[in-house]
């Protein structure tokens, strides 16, 4: 049986193909799932909540559940433009500034949130600023460059080894079970 053997020069084509798509995807995903957001975004969603009429609902406005749900979805609204932690902080601190003196302002609401609003609210913003999330990016993106086509080119170098090592064990097996 003959060995036949993927050239040098297309196993590296190849591996660099890949490594190249997995460069793309390994840039892009962290790009867009950043682990922070910039100070201007908090500020702006900062500003947003601020704009969200100014007054503190009593027990009596509390009994218009549908005003309180109304506002609860403008708050989940403006703060879903940040990342999930800075979403809780976020909704904390509005929570804080409407319902402050209140009881919980719906059932269907974060139990968590509602429960530790006084603590969630004087966490730290996780910021992360735009050219930080680049460098980020980028190193991601080309470690996994480096890792996948390393990998790809090993992969190509040894399966047909293996392949041509297994077929060769098998018509070894078959001519002594033949009795050869």
Request: charged share 20%.
């Amino acid at each position: 049986m003959e060995k036949k053997k993927i050239p040098s020069k297309i196993r590296v084509f190849i591996a660099l193909v890949l490594g190249g798509i997995f460069l793309i995807g390994g840039f892009v995903v962290p790009f867009n799932n950043p682990h922070g957001n910039t100070i201007e975004e908090i500020q702006q969603v900062e500003e947003e909540i601020d704009t969200i009429p100014k007054h503190r609902l009593t027990l009596d406005e509390m009994a218009t559940i549908p005003k309180s749900e109304l506002m609860l979805e403008e708050i989940d609204k403006i703060t879903s433009s940040l990342v999930y932690t800075n979403q809780r902080i976020a909704k904390a601190k509005a929570l804080l500034l409407y319902f402050k003196e209140n009881p919980k302002p719906s059932d269907s609401y974060d139990s968590y949130l509602w429960e530790n609003r006084f603590d969630i609210s004087k966490q730290d913003w996780t910021i992360q600023n735009f050219s930080s999330r680049i460098l980020t990016s980028t190193g991601i993106g080309f470690g996994i460059f480096f890792a996948s086509s390393i990998v790809t080119y090993l992969i190509l170098t040894i399966v047909p080894w293996l392949w041509y090592f297994l077929l060769n064990r098998i018509s070894e097996l078959s001519q002594a079970i033949r009795g050869g």
